[in-house]
């Protein structure tokens, strides 16, 4: 079936680091995708999304392209913040009605 | 405009009951997704509801139910829990487009589920 893979984590970077979180989809279809972000003791929030190849989505100085060729949608940001330590997850639809697949999460940890 | 909401945020129940989740989509979404999140895991897809019907199954057993109300709302039932049913319960919320399902799934805090 349909799988997502993201990188390990955790991450741990110092502020205004850069930051990069592998994630490749095995979906096939052009499907959107999707990064959510956990904070703790909450819920999945929407950080980005892209819906075709060669879209790139933005939010909050996070950015992710999604490359068709390479099945790829890595997260990236150019200086990270202490409140950006939270649970990154990757997720493509799978199938024909929007069910949600998501990788592992990533932890990211920003240290003054 | 309220997002998606959930009830209730925390849960204990001992193995062999039964519980009911609660879930209101944000306004103008008609489709209802359920999600089961283990301790440092991804979420997994239990069902999706639309129209008041179960569009599309997980691999879960059928002691989960659920149920969509005329309003979108939507129930979880699980009964006779076991130890591993403890989790966090993600409900997201999307509205149909076009018949392809492929619009924004935006998800509320969560029920945190404790079987002791």
């Known amino acids: 079936g349909d799988s997502v893979t993201q990188m390990e984590g955790p991450v741990t970077l110092s502020e205004e680091a850069f930051l990069t979180i592998n994630c490749t989809y095995t979906?096939?279809?052009?499907?959107?995708l999707f990064w959510y972000v956990q904070y703790p003791g909450e819920g999945l929030q929407l950080l980005l999304k892209a819906t075709k190849a060669d879209d790139k989505g933005s939010n909050k100085g996070f950015e992710a392209t999604y490359r068709k060729e390479t099945t790829s949608f890595h997260l990236e940001k150019g200086s990270v913040q202490v409140s950006d330590s939270a649970v990154y997850f990757c997720a493509s639809p799978s199938g024909g009605y929007n069910k949600l697949i998501f990788g592992a999460g990533t932890r990211l940890a920003v240290h003054p | 405009d309220a997002g998606v909401t959930q009830s209730p945020t925390h849960l204990i129940k001992t193995r062999g009951q039964q519980v009911t989740l609660r879930c209101s989509p944000k306004s103008g979404h008609d489709t209802v997704s359920w999600y089961q999140q283990a301790l440092g895991q991804g979420p997994q897809f239990i069902f999706q509801y639309y129209e008041e019907e179960e569009r599309q199954r997980g691999n879960f057993p059928d002691r989960f139910s659920g149920h969509q109300f005329p309003n979108y709302s939507s129930e979880l039932n699980v009964n006779a829990l076991l130890l591993g049913d403890s989790a966090l319960y993600l409900c997201?919320?999307?509205?149909?487009?076009?018949?392809?399902?492929?619009?924004?799934?935006?998800f509320g805090p969560g029920t945190r589920l404790t079987v002791l």
């Open positions: 979906a096939t279809g052009y499907p959107s």
């Open positions: 997201a919320s999307s509205r149909l487009a076009g018949g392809k399902g492929t619009d924004t799934q935006y």
